[in-house]
């Protein structure tokens, strides 16, 4: 005998078939949303491993076009008023003279089209009232309380120095008015996501070497530029007040790469120079340090031999920077 059907039945299969509908969408939505939650976490961890690594407190340990990782240093240390690269004898003690620099360590600098690095005679400014040149080469364990703080152009000083004790935090298109929001720095052995302000913060040394200005060079007001550099000084030396500041000058561009553009030419490199060293001068706290020619030919430009782009150095241009600081290294009086 046939099963009735009845209002009630049917409204009983429409109800049930509703339920089932609803219940595939449930799946449905809870399946898409363990996938977001699985790709937003693949995303996350790829950002915070690769993306804020490229922001590095780290060393190279070899010369060539693929350094190796990361070395973990111990960055709370505690330096004494004298930095430790600095040898000092019973008499410099006691007659309060300028410490002897030990030169044991040999640093190969290739040979370029450009003179020895030793014979550059830098534009370098400082108040000769609070400071004194070293007489160089410094050693280089000097660099192990060094810290270079920059963009892309410091990234490669650090990569392919050649020396296993070089530090610095960098990033690619860093620019000075994201050092204390862009959080894009990973110090090994302390955590990621840090700000360069933040860098400063929990680790400690001797010297710090800034470099901007490549990624700045399109601003239109420049005195903007000196003053975001400027926060940053007073930042670093209300953190680290016995710590040296280096301003380094805007390293140069080849010809080529100059004529190629109206912004990323030697015409706006120079003018920005100008500026930092007229911040320096109003300030007298810290050091222009004219890094610029180490690497500059009679013209005033990057060789083109240096590098690939007309912007960023090559390895042996990086060594006759690295060379150029051990020559011009300052301390307090």
């Known amino acids: 005998m046939a099963k009735k059907f009845t209002r009630e039945n049917y409204n009983k299969k429409r109800l049930k078939r509703k339920l089932q509908i609803l219940f595939i969408y449930a799946l449905i939505a809870c399946f898409a949303v363990c996938l977001c ?74 040979d370029t089209v450009l003179g020895p690095v030793e014979e550059v005679t830098p534009s370098n400014w400082y108040d000769e009232s609070k400071y004194e040149k070293v007489d160089g080469p410094v050693d280089l364990s000097y660099f192990d309380n060094a810290c270079f703080i920059g963009d892309s152009r410091t990234e490669g000083l650090v990569l392919y120095s050649g020396l296993p004790n070089i530090n610095g935090f960098y990033y690619k298109g860093l620019s000075v008015d994201k050092l204390d929001t862009d959080n894009v720095i990973s110090i090994p052995g302390v955590g990621n996501g840090y700000t360069c302000y933040d860098a400063v913060r929990v680790t400690d040394f001797d010297a710090y070497y800034l470099m901007f200005g490549v990624n700045e060079l399109g601003w239109v007001y420049v005195d903007m530029f000196a003053d975001n550099m400027s926060k940053f ?101």
């Open 233 to 333: 000084i007073d930042f670093i030396k209300s953190e680290k007040p016995d710590a040296v500041i280096y301003v380094q000058s805007i390293l140069p561009v080849s010809l080529t790469s100059s004529q190629k553009s109206d912004i990323y030419n030697q015409d706006r490199v120079n003018m920005f120079n100008e500026e930092l060293l007229k911040m320096c001068q109003e300030r007298g706290d810290v050091i222009y340090l004219d890094s610029s020619a180490a690497v500059m030919d009679e013209n005033g430009y990057l060789p083109e031999e240096a590098s690939t782009d007309g912007v960023h150095c090559s390895a042996d241009y990086i060594r006759r920077l690295v060379q150029f600081y051990r020559y011009n290294t300052f301390i307090k009086k």
């Open 37 to 110: 939650v699985l790709l937003y976490l693949k995303v996350s961890d790829k950002y915070k491993g690769k993306k804020a690594g490229k922001l590095k407190y780290t060393v190279a340990a070899e010369l060539g076009e693929n350094p190796i990782g990361y070395v973990d240093y111990n960055l709370m240390i505690t330096h004494a008023v004298v930095p430790s690269y600095i040898e000092t004898t019973e008499d410099d003690q006691s007659q309060n003279q300028s410490p002897n620099i030990s030169t044991a360590d040999a640093y190969t600098v290739p």
